[in-house]
């Protein structure tokens, strides 16, 4: 059973006007448990709207969300513990921060949770920690740099444990190690403890090294979800959707073109690094 | 909930009332605010509701937006309306043990009911089809006869613009709020009306610390752009009256006339 099942959900932002377009509409797809999900689209295309359904935070004008096979809108469903399992990291930081110092921000949903308040500031500072950011607890939230609100946003997300992880642009703001850094965290939570991720992304490149499946959203329409490489490599749709293809793309249709082919499965970097050394050497 | 305030949002339309100089619209709705006032009987009330309805047809705004202003109006509404309906003196006519509901009672309950829920709607309708922009400048040259007195109608203007506009991005910030705390498991919905009450405490801090930033960051973007109180400015487009606005003039003469004639009329129907 997918852990998400969106079914046919639209909505739109304008509720008093009926004659109004749906901002998105008519989106179904599916997340298993353990997936690494991309969601991409260009900018305005319904990518945060969708994702801040999954977890109750905007209600559906039409259609059904279930969560392990059971309706979200449910009259008897359980929205707060939703909202444990299932952690969003919004697209921008500065929407999710709050309290007056970092500490208290982020072990908010510790303490929601009802973990005690030792528990929930140990929790806090391991968070902090694990992110490499412990200097910062004592610090307002809102002088941060936008790359340390994320991280900030983040641990807050972090302290909760969720089995979802939700991240609307994670990348967005990072200087490139922290991304190569914050990427591969993301890799082990999914990897070695089967976290469920989803992620929107505007980097195409990190799709292919990171995503086992793909929703591409064109016009508040799901437009195609499958499999990272037969989509990427799909330049008609990548243009139809106002997309550019990624490096690792380039590169094998490069080398192609040249009569050398090399595996579709291995465009990850590592991989292609292989692959190039198999065929060149 | 939150997002039920109509007050102070503008809902962008084509229609005569957007369209029609807002000095007008200051002057109309001070008309109809004052009619209220002074209407006694149902003739009045039924004026005052023809005018209204006119006004909510012409402004093109879906009745159902301007109506859920008066949803954050409710409880106030209940409440002045049960005070009247049982401590206004008179003549007696439900008893619920020591209760009583009198015949003047529920009249003044039900007057004071109209004239509430019209105030509200005749006002939002102003800011409805009204620019912030557009208010002030009308405030401001509408008032400027003050200047001779040494009032600073320019800067009193300006401010009240801005605590108009400071309503919607207080509101929109709560609900931000609502929202970063609620998807980490705070719950705004659960429980009795204590619980949902004191629920709300938390966004109380976090919301005055923004808006003192939302004021900062204003008054930086003013100073950027050379804002000075000494300077006269000029107006991209200053205000002038049109045929339209001197028709409704008109039309308000009239409206205020009518009301005022309604006192004169001394029939006995029902309650009123
Ligand atoms: N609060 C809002 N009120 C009204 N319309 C909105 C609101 N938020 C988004 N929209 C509209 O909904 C559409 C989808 O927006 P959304 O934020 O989901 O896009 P996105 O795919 O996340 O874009 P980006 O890549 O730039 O983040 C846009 O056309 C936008 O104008
Ligand atoms: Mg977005």
Same mark, same amino acid.
């Given at each position: 059973?997918?852990?998400f099942?969106?079914?046919?959900?639209?909505?739109?932002?304008?509720?008093?006007?009926?004659?109004?377009?749906?901002?998105?509409?008519?989106?179904?797809?599916?997340?298993?448990?353990?997936?690494?999900?991309?969601?991409?689209?260009?900018?305005?295309?319904?990518?945060s709207?969708?994702?801040?359904?999954?977890?109750?935070?905007?209600?559906?004008?039409?259609?059904?969300?279930?969560?392990?096979?059971?309706?979200?809108?449910?009259?008897?469903?359980?929205?707060?513990?939703? *909202?444990?399992?299932? @952690?969003?990291?919004?697209?921008?930081?500065?929407?999710?921060?709050?309290?007056?110092?970092?500490?208290?921000? /982020?072990?908010?949903?510790?303490?929601? =949770?009802? #973990?005690?308040?030792?528990?929930? *500031?140990?929790?806090?500072?391991?968070?902090?920690s694990?992110?490499?950011?412990?200097?910062?607890?004592?610090?307002?939230?809102?002088?941060?740099?936008?790359?340390?609100? *994320?991280?900030?946003?983040?641990?807050? /997300?972090?302290?909760?444990?969720?089995?979802v992880?939700?991240l609307?642009?994670?990348?967005?703001?990072?200087?490139?190690?922290?991304?190569?850094?914050?990427?591969?965290?993301?890799?082990?939570?999914?990897?070695?403890? @089967?976290?469920?991720? /989803?992620?929107?992304?505007?980097?195409?490149?990190?799709?292919?090294?990171?995503?086992?499946?793909?929703?591409?959203?064109?016009?508040?329409?799901?437009? *195609?979800?499958?499999?990272?490489?037969?989509?990427?490599?799909?330049?008609?749709?990548?243009? =139809?959707c106002?997309?550019?293809e990624?490096?690792?793309?380039?590169?094998?249709?490069?080398? =192609?073109?040249?009569?050398?082919?090399?595996?579709?499965s291995? #465009?990850?970097?590592?991989?292609?690094?292989?692959?190039?050394?198999?065929?060149?050497? | 909930?939150?997002?039920?305030?109509?007050?102070?949002?503008?809902?962008?339309?084509?229609?005569?009332?957007?369209?029609?100089?807002?000095?007008?619209?200051?002057?109309?709705?001070l008309?109809?605010?004052?009619?209220?006032?002074?209407?006694?009987?149902?003739?009045?009330?039924?004026?005052?509701?023809?005018?209204?309805?006119?006004?909510i047809?012409?402004?093109?705004?879906?009745?159902?937006? &301007?109506?859920r202003?008066?949803?954050?109006?409710?409880?106030?509404?209940?409440?002045? !309306?049960?005070?009247?309906?049982?401590?206004?003196?008179?003549?007696?006519?439900?008893?619920?043990? &020591?209760?009583?509901?009198?015949?003047?009672?529920?009249?003044?309950?039900?007057?004071?009911?109209?004239?509430?829920?019209?105030?509200?709607?005749?006002?939002?309708?102003?800011?409805?089809?009204?620019?912030?922009?557009?208010?002030?400048?009308?405030?401001?040259?509408?008032?400027?006869?003050?200047?001779?007195?040494?009032?600073?109608?320019?800067?009193?203007?300006?401010?009240?613009? &801005?605590?108009?506009?400071?309503?919607?991005?207080?509101?929109?910030?709560?609900?931000?709020?609502?929202?970063?705390?609620?998807?980490?498991?705070?719950?705004?919905?659960?429980?009795?009306?204590?619980?949902?009450?004191?629920?709300?405490?938390?966004?109380?801090?976090?919301?005055?610390?923004?808006?003192?930033?939302?004021?900062?960051?204003?008054?930086?973007?003013?100073?950027?752009?050379?804002?000075?109180?000494? !300077?006269?400015?000029?107006?991209?487009?200053?205000?002038?009256?049109?045929?339209?606005?001197?028709?409704?003039?008109?039309?308000l003469?009239?409206?205020?006339?009518?009301?005022?004639?309604?006192?004169?009329?001394? &029939?006995?129907?029902?309650?009123?």
């Amino acid at each position: 059973m997918p852990i998400f099942e969106v079914k046919n959900i639209s909505f739109r932002y304008d509720k008093y006007d009926e004659n109004a377009s749906y901002n998105i509409d008519d989106i179904s797809f599916s997340v298993d448990r353990g997936d690494f999900v991309a969601l991409i689209g260009k900018s305005g295309s319904g990518k945060s709207t969708i994702v801040s359904h999954l977890n109750g935070l905007k209600k559906a004008d039409k259609g059904d969300i279930l969560y392990e096979g059971k309706s979200i809108y449910d009259k008897d469903f359980d929205l707060t513990s939703l *909202r444990f399992k299932c @952690g969003v990291v919004f697209q921008h930081p500065e929407y999710q921060l709050f309290s007056e110092t970092v500490i208290e921000d /982020v072990e908010f949903g510790a303490l929601k =949770k009802g #973990l005690s308040k030792d528990e929930a *500031r140990l929790r806090a500072l391991e968070a902090l920690s694990f992110l490499g950011i412990e200097n910062l607890k004592d610090e307002v939230p809102f002088n941060l740099s936008g790359g340390e609100k *994320r991280k900030v946003a983040f641990a807050g /997300v972090l302290v909760m444990d969720p089995d979802v992880f939700i991240l609307d642009e994670p990348d967005a703001g990072l200087d490139s190690k922290t991304k190569n850094d914050f990427y591969m965290m993301i890799k082990n939570l999914n990897v070695l403890k @089967g976290k469920t991720i /989803v992620f929107i992304t505007h980097n195409l490149d990190d799709v292919i090294e990171y995503a086992n499946k793909v929703i591409v959203v064109n016009d508040g329409k799901v437009e *195609r979800c499958g499999n990272p490489t037969d989509i990427l490599m799909n330049d008609e749709l990548l243009r =139809k959707c106002g997309l550019v293809e990624p490096y690792a793309i380039d590169i094998y249709n490069y080398l =192609k073109n040249r009569g050398i082919l090399i595996d579709k499965s291995k #465009l990850r970097f590592n991989d292609i690094v292989q692959e190039l050394n198999r065929v060149l050497l | 909930m939150i997002r039920d305030i109509t007050l102070g949002q503008y809902y962008n339309r084509e229609s005569v009332i957007h369209f029609l100089d807002p000095r007008v619209k200051l002057v109309a709705t001070l008309v109809f605010l004052m009619s209220l006032f002074i209407s006694t009987n149902i003739f009045a009330y039924a004026f005052a509701t023809l005018f209204l309805a006119m006004a909510i047809m012409l402004c093109k705004v879906p009745l159902s937006f &301007i109506l859920r202003g008066l949803k954050s109006l409710i409880l106030l509404l209940l409440i002045s !309306v049960v005070f009247n309906l049982f401590l206004t003196p008179g003549e007696t006519i439900l008893s619920f043990g &020591i209760l009583h509901i009198t015949r003047e009672g529920l009249i003044i309950a039900i007057k004071m009911a109209i004239r509430l829920v019209y105030l509200v709607i005749g006002s939002s309708i102003l800011t409805l089809t009204t620019t912030p922009s557009k208010l002030t400048d009308g405030l401001e040259k509408g008032l400027s006869f003050l200047k001779a007195f040494r009032v600073p109608v320019a800067e009193i203007a300006l401010m009240m613009s &801005i605590a108009l506009r400071f309503i919607p991005i207080l509101i929109e910030e709560t609900e931000k709020i609502m929202n970063a705390q609620s998807s980490r498991g705070a719950d705004f919905d659960k429980g009795s009306i204590v619980d949902k009450a004191k629920s709300l405490v938390p966004l109380l801090v976090p919301l005055f610390v923004s808006a003192f930033r939302r004021a900062n960051d204003l008054a930086i973007a003013m100073e950027a752009r050379c804002y000075s109180d000494s !300077v006269s400015r000029t107006k991209l487009k200053p205000l002038a009256y049109k045929g339209i606005d001197y028709i409704t003039y008109v039309i308000l003469f009239l409206y205020i006339m009518l009301i005022i004639f309604t006192r004169y009329i001394k &029939i006995d129907v029902g309650i009123m």
